[in-house]
Nanobody, 118 residues
Framework: QVQLVESGGGLVQAGGSLRLSCAAF????????MGWFRQAPGKGREFVAS????????AYADSVKGRFNISRDNAKNTMYLQMFSLNPDDTAVYYC???????????WGQGTQVTVSS
């Protein structure tokens, strides 16, 4: 059974930084595309970033491009999201997701709260 566990969320002032982690269990991590999504209060879940199985291909939402960096360590079964220049619009619950087939985000973590104060 696939289990994804996010950590690293918290309260930060505008302009600050945070690094989120997603530890994966019960899967062959290196065979999964991985991604980060977020859901702000009263809004739907939105794509933030994704990373290919080997880590060489990444994609970002326009709203975070240049400020966030996604990475993974296949030896540690862990994915990261380094976030810089945070602003209040980044306040959301951040979720990690796993995709084994290259097309469907089939597994999700429980989420970690990120709150950016102005």
């Amino acid at each position: 059974q696939v289990q994804l566990v996010e950590s690293g969320g918290g309260l930060v002032q505008a302009g600050g930084s945070l690094r989120l982690s997603c530890a994966a269990f019960g899967l062959t991590f290196s065979t999964y595309r991985m991604g980060w999504f977020r859901q702000a209060p009263g809004k739907g879940r939105e794509f933030v970033a994704s990373i290919s199985r080997g880590g060489s291909i990444t994609a970002y939402a326009d709203s975070v491009k240049g400020r966030f960096n996604i990475s993974r360590d296949n030896a540690k079964n862990t994915m990261y999201l380094q976030m810089f220049s945070l602003n209040p619009d980044d306040t959301a619950v951040y979720y990690c997701a796993a995709d084994p087939t290259g097309g469907t985000w089939g597994s999700w973590g429980q989420g970690t709260q990120v709150t950016v104060s102005s």
